[in-house]
């Protein structure tokens, strides 16, 4: 059917009166929390005892993600968040960044603060890279952020900021990591980073300019070892007999009170109402250092639930009023929130093909069936990389109700852990000498309790197949050694850049 051209200049005048309309429209704000360490039964409204009633509030008025998942140490779920890859597609596969170690977050990878400054967004860290820092190229104000105010290794005294190295060869070395941009922030000895980070936050809202939008990234410090607090925040928590779980309530309660601060900073500034706020951790608890995952099982450096299945939530004025207060079931990955943010929240374009994270958007506004139902956890070969796949390298999978895992999972074989002091009897796993395969229906049995891979060897050989093929796909490990170069006493008692 012919269409006139008064027609045909109707519809691209309506067309582009669209766009202009969509385009005028101010983009969302985007703050993004991480919590380091932080377990799963580490939050109130998981039934811990620890008080986090400004996560439990903004949980609970938002979308709680109780199918989500991260990774199982730092390094890995920092770079899937600002990359959009599985870390078979950086080479981090293996292991966290150490302090003296040059690597880093592949520079030629395109992160999610670089995408959102290309559409005019203010991008802003305060808090945790962890994501290397061995030349300048690598820092996080070349990688997308217009600015960065925290440090850059992976752990260090809350107080000082001073931290050792991590590895034989660096344990004994001693430098100074907290930095503002280029400089390192000598003022913040002394005071707590958990304060120190909220005063920052404070500034970058204050100077804000409210006609462009916010994209600020916070990873907190808290509640990584070593453990400290100010004592004002035990008290709630005198009754706790084992002291490292004492402890770790207090930084846990801290950290949400800075979390209900930037809130509170947000509506003050008169942006809170078009902001999107997520919340996730980036690993499961450390049990050896207050943390806990219970009823899960297994903790932080594993692959069990108890070390990737991820507290986390989003809050925001923008969702539809039927979606808050409910609880997501999809599977989601760290790895979603680049798309989610970039193509779903900004609306900005995203090459598919080039990310392993898929956009979320409107599977947790609506009701509509998220996009994803498969998920690489990862694989691990080192050190004995080989041309082929096969069961002695970690890894793990998920499809559908499905988990499989291989090689050497971690937590030997995977303990529960009861919260101190509970009374709990955790279960005892069954230990099967030599045993390299692990298959588990993860919707039925969430804490991994009934192993099934000898009932169901179909879906065993289905899920290696799919683990060989994501291997086939995959990038050499990269896990360089350490070199003297990185030593703070060559770089005026700080950690930082050598090359």
């Not at 109130?44 to 990774?71: C, F, R, W």
């Not at 004994?172 to 400089?183: K, R």
Request: with cysteine; hydrophobic share 35%; charged share 20%.
């Amino acid at each position: 059917m012919m269409i006139s051209r008064p027609k045909i200049a109707f519809w691209v005048t309506i067309f582009l009166s669209g766009i202009v309309i969509c385009t005028s429209q101010k983009l969302p704000n985007i703050v993004f929390i991480l919590a380091d360490d932080l377990g799963y039964n580490d939050v109130s409204y998981h039934g811990s005892e620890i008080q986090t009633p400004n996560m439990d509030k903004l949980a609970k008025d938002g979308v709680k993600l109780e199918n989500y998942y991260v990774q199982p140490i730092c390094s890995p779920t920092r770079s899937q968040l600002l990359s959009g890859k599985y870390q078979i597609h950086t080479g981090l596969q293996h292991g966290y960044i150490l302090p003296a170690q040059p690597h880093c977050l592949p520079t030629d990878v395109p992160t999610l603060p670089g995408k959102l400054k290309e559409a005019g967004y203010a991008t802003h860290m305060v808090g945790k890279w962890h994501l290397g820092f061995y030349k300048k190229e690598c820092l996080p104000q070349n990688r997308g952020f217009d600015s960065f105010f925290g440090y850059l290794t992976g752990s260090e005294d809350y107080y000082t900021h001073f931290r050792p190295g991590d590895a034989v060869t660096s344990k004994h070395w001693l430098g100074y990591d907290l930095w503002d941009n280029d400089a390192p922030f000598w003022p913040a000895i002394g005071n707590y980073s958990v304060f120190v980070f909220n005063d920052k936050i404070n500034n970058i809202i204050d100077k804000h300019d409210q006609n462009k939008p916010l994209f600020l990234y916070v990873p907190f410090q808290s509640v990584h070892a070593p453990l400290a607090v100010p004592d004002k925040y035990l008290e709630p928590y005198k009754d706790i007999q084992d002291r490292n779980r004492r402890l770790y309530a207090g930084m846990t309660t801290c950290m949400d009170e800075a979390i209900g601060n930037i809130v509170g900073k947000l509506k003050t500034a008169g942006m809170w109402d078009n902001t999107v706020l997520v919340f996730s951790t980036d690993n499961g608890g450390e049990v050896s250092q207050g943390g806990n995952n219970w009823p899960l099982r297994g903790w932080k450096h594993s692959y069990w639930e108890g070390g990737i299945r991820g507290v986390g939530f989003v809050n925001s004025e923008l969702l539809p009023s039927e979606v808050k207060g409910t609880i997501s079931r999809d599977l989601i990955h760290v790895s979603d929130w680049f798309p989610t943010l970039v193509h779903g929240v900004a609306g900005l374009p995203v090459n598919d093909t080039e990310l392993d994270g898929f956009d979320m958007w409107d599977s947790l506004r609506s009701l509509k069936s998220p996009p994803r139902t498969e998920l690489l956890h990862n694989i691990d070969p080192w050190p004995n990389q080989s041309a082929v796949f096969n069961t002695n390298m970690t890894a793990a999978i998920r499809v559908g109700d499905w988990k499989l895992l291989t090689g050497s999972p971690g937590d030997n074989n995977g303990q529960w852990i009861a919260p101190p002091g509970s009374g709990i009897k955790p279960h005892r796993p069954l230990s099967i000498p030599g045993q390299k395969i692990w298959l588990f229906n993860i919707t039925a049995d969430p804490f991994e309790q009934k192993e099934v891979s000898s009932q169901y060897p179909e879906v065993v050989t289905s899920l290696l197949n799919k683990l060989a093929g994501y291997y086939n796909g995959s990038v050499p490990v990269v896990y360089p050694k350490e070199t003297m170069k990185a030593s703070p006493a060559l770089n005026q008692g700080r950690w930082g850049p050598w090359e």
